[in-house]
C-alpha cells in the first residue's frame, strides 16, 4: 500500500473522458515503471469527467487490482482543466505529475521527469522525433506553439503536451481557470519557478478517439491565451527594500 498522503512522494494525475480501453493499460504500465524505483512512494489519481462510455466502472474494475489508484468522478462534463485541477488539488503528492490517459505519453519516461525535478521547478514533456499525429494535427501544433510563444514572449515548444512533472508548491501558488491546462508552465514561470523540457516518447493512441483536432488545437485557446497575456502584463512585480 502507498504511504499516507502527507508522506507520498509522487501523485500521476490522468484526466479521463471515454477512455475505456486505456485504463487498465496505462495503469499496469506506470505500476510496472514504479516498482523500478525503490522507495518512492506514489498514487495514481483518475479523474473521470462524466464519459459516455464504460471509463468509471472500468476504473473501479482497475482499483481492485491496483492499491494506488484513487478514482474521481464528476456530476457532468467539464471539460480537461477542471478535471486535472481535481486530480490536482485531490492529490497527496510532493510532486504531482499530470499524463494523458490516450497511452500517447509512454510512463517509461517517468524516472527522466523525476531526475530532472530535483534541480528544476517544473519539467515538462516535448514529444520529438517522428510525431504519431496525421499531418493536418502537426502542423496546427507547430503552428500554435509559434503564435504562442510569440504572444506570451515565452520558449516552450510543445505547449499541447501535458506531461508534466512539479512540485505542489508551483500548483498550489496559481488559479486554474478553463483552458488552463495548456499554459501551466507560463502560469509557473510568472511565479518564479524554474521550468526545463525534456525530450518524450510518442506513441500512436490505441483505443478510443483524440478530443482534439484544428479548432481546439489553435482557434479555442486563442482567448485563453490572450487571457494569459493579459495577465503576465498586469501581474504585480514588487519587491519590498526594507521593513523596520
Request: hydrophobic share 40%.
Amino acid at each position: 500500500m502507498a504511504e499516507k498522503e502527507s508522506e507520498l512522494g509522487l501523485s500521476i494525475c490522468i484526466p479521463v473522458f471515454n477512455e475505456e480501453g486505456n485504463i487498465p493499460v496505462i495503469v499496469d504500465r506506470i505500476m510496472k515503471v514504479m516498482k523500478n524505483i525503490p522507495g518512492y512512494s506514489y498514487e495514481i489519481v483518475v479523474v473521470d469527467d462524466c464519459s459516455t462510455d464504460r471509463s468509471w466502472q472500468v476504473m473501479l474494475e482497475t482499483k481492485q487490482k491496483c492499491p494506488f489508484l484513487r478514482c474521481l468522478q464528476f456530476e457532468e462534463n467539464s471539460g480537461e482543466s477542471a478535471a486535472e485541477d481535481a486530480a490536482l488539488k485531490s492529490s497527496g503528492g510532493r510532486v504531482l505529475m499530470t499524463i494523458d490517459a490516450d497511452l500517447e505519453n509512454d510512463p517509461a519516461d517517468i524516472p527522466a521527469f523525476l531526475e530532472k525535478i530535483k534541480e528544476f521547478d517544473c519539467v515538462c514533456g516535448t514529444r520529438v522525433g517522428m510525431r504519431k499525429d496525421g499531418f493536418i494535427k502537426n502542423i496546427s501544433s507547430r503552428v500554435a506553439n509559434k503564435v504562442r510563444n510569440s504572444i506570451l514572449k515565452d520558449e516552450i515548444t510543445d505547449a499541447g503536451c501535458t506531461y508534466r512533472a512539479f512540485k505542489k508548491e508551483c500548483f498550489e501558488s496559481i488559479l486554474m481557470y478553463n483552458g488552463f491546462h495548456r499554459f501551466l508552465p507560463t502560469l509557473f514561470k510568472m511565479e518564479g519557478f524554474s521550468v526545463i523540457e525534456i525530450p518524450v516518447k510518442h506513441a500512436k493512441r490505441l483505443h478510443g478517439e483524440s478530443k482534439y483536432g484544428v479548432w481546439n488545437r489553435v482557434f479555442k485557446s486563442f482567448l485563453d491565451m490572450l487571457a494569459v497575456r493579459w495577465m503576465k502584463k498586469r501581474k504585480l512585480l514588487y519587491r519590498i527594500k526594507q521593513e523596520k
